[in-house]
Nanobody, 122 residues
Framework: QVQPVESGGGSVQAGGSLRLACVPS??????VTWFRQPPEKKREGVAT????????YYAESVLGRFTISRDNAKTMVYLQMGNLKPEDTGMYYC?????????????????WGQGTQVTVSS
């Protein structure tokens, strides 16, 4: 498939955990990135991983709480989210086809999933 496919969203109380999963686009060349879009705010980069080398980068706001990983077959990318806060609420998207700019910039990606909703209540 061309578009990534996300799963694993849901509702959780503050302090809880969720794990999101992404099946990247067919033929994804390297980086797979998770973005999120809180209500009435801009889409922001959360974490990215090189599926070839396993190199990861995180937004400062999730450092130490979220972990991005891939399976050995490189067919799935996960976002393990812990110590969730209400400000983590939003639609989470998996993006591939990074072609330019900083990894956090959504304009630099060609392919997007439909998104999965994460809601954290206080």
């Amino acid at each position: 498939q061309v578009q990534p496919v996300e799963s694993g969203g849901g509702s959780v109380q503050a302090g809880g955990s969720l794990r999101l999963a992404c099946v990247p686009s067919t033929g994804t060349d390297d980086y797979v990135t998770w973005f999120r879009q809180p209500p009435e705010k801009k889409r922001e980069g959360v974490a990215t991983i090189s599926t070839t080398w396993g190199i990861t980068y995180y937004a400062e706001s999730v450092l130490g709480r979220f972990t991005i990983s891939r399976d050995n077959a490189k067919t799935m990318v996960y976002l393990q989210m812990g110590n969730l806060k209400p400000e983590d609420t939003g639609m989470y998207y998996c993006a591939t086809g990074w072609h330019s700019g900083r990894w956090q910039d959504p304009m630099g990606y060609n392919f997007w999933g439909q998104g999965t909703q994460v809601t954290v209540s206080s």
